[in-house]
């Protein structure tokens, strides 16, 4: 299986020939090679991991891509047919087996209602947690997508989170809102944090690739 990371929280799996996006939002460049798509996952329902346009793009080049989201998804993005998933549910398309844990996004603010959000681990491999710090109970990550930086989320949560996961392998999403030097201090911060658990952090940039 390899993984392309795209820009802030985007990712493409592809395996056997297939693929599969993840959060294709307003803060990654246009999707133009979409052709083979089984499945597109969305974590929620936040505008920088999905729009109307991603989705339109990837369903051109696949009209039969199935699309993943929790209810909240569902309700926001109600102009395409959602297939609803919820933690605890596994899911088979194509080659991907989808696993979804974790069930509510991360508080912003007491003002700020909580959403619907959804983790979901990648044929046992990738775990990507959305918007959340949901730790998948029962499974030893191999890679873990770990966001950087967000209005939720302070430097010092993703570490503990990092410390909690074990990951044996780690790399940074959902940096868009981060400066070359916030990223670069995030990437530092969770470098460290993963190499404490025997694990390797891969500081991935748009357009990298990884074999799993």
């Known amino acids: 299986m390899r993984l392309t990371k795209f820009e802030h929280a985007a990712l493409l799996l592809e395996l056997s020939g297939k693929k599969l996006f993840v959060d294709p939002g307003s803060f990654t460049t246009p999707i133009t090679d979409a052709a083979n798509t089984v499945a597109v996952v969305i974590t929620h329902e936040h505008a920088d991991h999905w729009t109307s346009d991603q989705l339109n ?5 696949s009209p039969d891509a199935v699309l993943y989201g929790p209810e909240g998804v569902a309700a926001a993005a109600s102009g395409f047919s959602i297939v609803t998933v919820a933690p605890g549910e596994t899911v088979e ?3 991907f087996t989808l696993r979804f844990f974790g069930g509510r996004h991360a508080v912003i603010h007491s003002s700020i209602p909580v959403i619907d959000n959804v983790g979901v681990l990648v044929n046992e491999v990738l775990y990507y947690p959305g918007d959340s710090f949901a730790v998948p109970e029962g499974v030893e990550v191999d890679l873990l997508a770990v966001p950087a930086g ?4 302070k430097i010092g949560e993703a570490i503990d989170y990092v410390l909690e996961v074990k ?3 780690a ?5 868009m809102v981060l400066s070359v030097a916030g990223k670069n201090m995030a990437a530092d911060r969770l470098a460290w944090a993963t190499a404490q658990g025997g694990g390797e ?3 991935l940039q748009p357009g990298d690739s990884l074999d799993l």
């Open 57 to 61: 793009r990837v369903l051109e080049q």
């Open 93 to 95: 398309i194509g080659p």
């Open 150 to 153: 967000a209005p939720w989320l």
């Open 167 to 169: 990951p044996k392998r």
């Open 171 to 175: 790399f940074g999403t959902h940096e």
């Open 201 to 203: 952090y891969v500081n």
